[in-house]
């Protein structure tokens, strides 16, 4: 896929002049260069074109140092970060004194040392944690919250924190006054959202992995738009953040965007030697395949918002021809949606972001300012005032299409759609300060396949199956009961094996 646009770090005609290792922060990315331009920083340094569980075994065999690699991901980030606006807080000097550390241990976590970077949505000792809002000001943490601590754990050090649009309400990492993340498939695009600082990074080969959180396809949706894994898994894998635990019905699930199954299996083996699942069976040590062939329900089109689009659909279904040709049955099914889905997610959406405007100063910080929110927090929230004698009727359908979502599976094993209804757009087309109504229509046509897992508590993976005519990864979305989430990522390895996905730099 090179051609004349490809670039390996910004250049003097898209982006100025690169800026020093130790000199990115937070800022609107640049406008890149007129026509479609690609960027990337893979080269032949210390991180080479490895991925985590590449470099993890590197490091094991002294191949190349913690401190390497840390130094290699700064000068990266430095290449790429000022035209895609991904980080909005650097961490470098810890990273480095981490690094040490590990260089002087038996490397005993199994991705020690691999360079990595938190999503702005859990609490980080030292880095603030603003949701991706100016609403939430900018005190640093005091000490790693829960989840921190047990992604720590696995190994990974994390360079700095990534971002997302406010509150992660909707599918494209865009904040007011212009801060912008783009794609680095085509850097006019979204990397889609929220977790599009970590799928941007990750996609363009500053780092192998990072962490990503997911309330309704926030890690599946700039997966596909990046050219990534981006798995979800079941409630229960891993501690919540204190804000999350007052939510009605719990949607947000923890994870990571990586380059290879094999990566997110190795993180998630990882976590659970740290902690153990509640209500799930662990994951444990994931096989080449599934042991037995698999009923696969292929959905092609969602009865919310509008139809898939042609490329779309012609990815998905050239996915389902290759499944079946490792031998899995595939059986044409209806979206497993109950009536009225759709209104009972924005109507839960609205709430939540009723929630966050009313009680930020208890839920986030005592300095909390209504008065900067988004216009999309504000109308979502002004939506969920209006309709508040209707929200017990929306949770009650919510919470009984999440005790029916399993049994809906019948004799299918997983379900096979798009992960979202049509290509990845420009950046703007879910611009942060756009209207209300056309901001909530706009991602609510685009998002139609990820919220009910996120309700149901189920696992579900995007996988980067193929792409538009124009050359933007397009990705597909497979999806399970709940607690079967090594069904779906031995599935995702099988496929990956017989059909490896393509690489930003080829």
């Given at each position: 896929m090179s051609d004349a646009t490809d670039m390996v770090g910004p250049t003097a005609d898209a982006a100025g002049p690169a800026r020093s290792a130790d000199d990115f922060s937070p800022h609107p990315a640049a406008d890149p260069a007129a026509g479609a331009r690609r960027l990337h920083a893979f080269r032949d340094d210390a991180l080479g074109y490895d991925d985590a569980t590449g470099l993890a075994e590197r490091l094991r065999a002294r191949d190349v140092s913690p401190t390497e690699l840390v130094d290699a991901a700064t000068e990266r980030c430095a290449l790429v970060d000022p035209t895609l606006g991904a980080l909005v807080f650097t961490d470098l000097d810890r990273a480095r004194a981490r690094a040490r550390r590990v260089e002087h241990s038996e490397m005993s976590a199994p991705l020690a040392g691999v360079p990595s970077a938190f999503k702005d949505a859990v609490m980080v000792e030292g880095a603030p944690m603003?949701?991706?809002?100016?609403?939430?000001?900018d005190t640093p943490a005091l000490f790693d919250g829960a989840y921190?601590?047990?992604?720590?754990?696995?190994?990974?050090?994390?360079?700095?924190?990534?971002?997302?649009?406010?509150?992660?309400?909707?599918?494209?990492?865009?904040?007011?006054?212009?801060?912008v993340t783009r794609n680095p498939w085509d850097t006019g695009r979204t990397s889609?959202?929220?977790?599009?600082?970590?799928?941007?990074?990750?996609?363009?080969?500053?780092?192998?992995?990072?962490?990503a959180n997911d309330g309704g396809g926030s890690i599946r949706i700039p997966a596909a738009a990046t050219g990534l894994v981006g798995f979800k898994p079941s409630r229960?894998?891993?501690?919540?953040?204190?804000?999350?635990?007052?939510?009605?019905?719990?949607?947000i699930s923890q994870g990571v965007v990586s380059r290879s199954v094999r990566d997110t299996a190795l993180f998630f083996t990882a976590f659970e030697a740290g902690y153990r699942p509640r209500g799930v069976p662990s994951i444990g040590r994931i096989a080449n395949a599934p042991s037995r062939r698999l009923r696969i329900g292929l959905v092609a089109h969602s009865p919310a918002g509008d139809g898939t689009d042609p490329a779309t659909l012609s990815v998905l279904h050239e996915a389902a021809g290759r499944l079946a040709g490792l031998g899995h049955e595939i059986i044409p099914a209806a979206a497993p949606v109950p009536p009225g889905f759709r209104e009972d997610f924005v109507a839960y959406w609205g709430l939540l972001a009723l929630s966050t405007s009313a009680s930020g100063r208890s839920l986030f910080d005592p300095d909390f300012d209504p008065a900067r929110l988004d216009p999309f927090t504000v109308g979502l929230a002004r939506m969920s005032r209006r309709r508040l004698a209707a929200i017990p009727a929306h949770l009650y359908r919510l919470a009984r299409a999440r005790r029916r979502f399993d049994a809906g599976f019948g004799d299918i094993d997983v379900y096979l759609s798009p992960v979202v209804a049509h290509e990845t757009p420009e950046v703007g087309y879910l611009d942060a300060d756009?209207?209300?109504?056309?901001?909530?229509?706009?991602?609510?046509?685009?998002?139609?396949?990820?919220?009910?897992?996120?309700?149901?508590?189920?696992?579900?993976?995007?996988?980067p199956a193929g792409h538009a005519p124009d050359g933007m990864p397009i990705g597909v979305h497979l999806s399970a009961r709940r607690g079967e989430d090594r069904i779906l990522l031995e599935l995702a390895s099988e496929y990956e094996a017989a059909h490896p996905f393509a690489h930003i730099w080829s």
């Open positions: 603003r949701l991706g809002s100016p609403a939430v000001p921190a601590r047990a992604f720590r754990a696995t190994g990974l050090n994390p360079l700095g924190i990534t971002a997302m649009p406010p509150f992660g309400w909707t599918a494209a990492t865009e904040r007011q006054g212009g801060l889609g959202g929220s977790s599009g600082g970590s799928a941007a990074l990750v996609a363009a080969g500053a780092i192998p992995i990072a962490h229960g894998r891993h501690p919540d953040e204190t804000f999350t635990r007052r939510m009605p019905i719990p949607i756009q209207p209300f109504e056309t901001h909530l229509e706009r991602v609510s046509n685009w998002v139609t396949f990820t919220p009910l897992q996120n309700i149901a508590g189920s696992p579900a993976v995007s996988l």
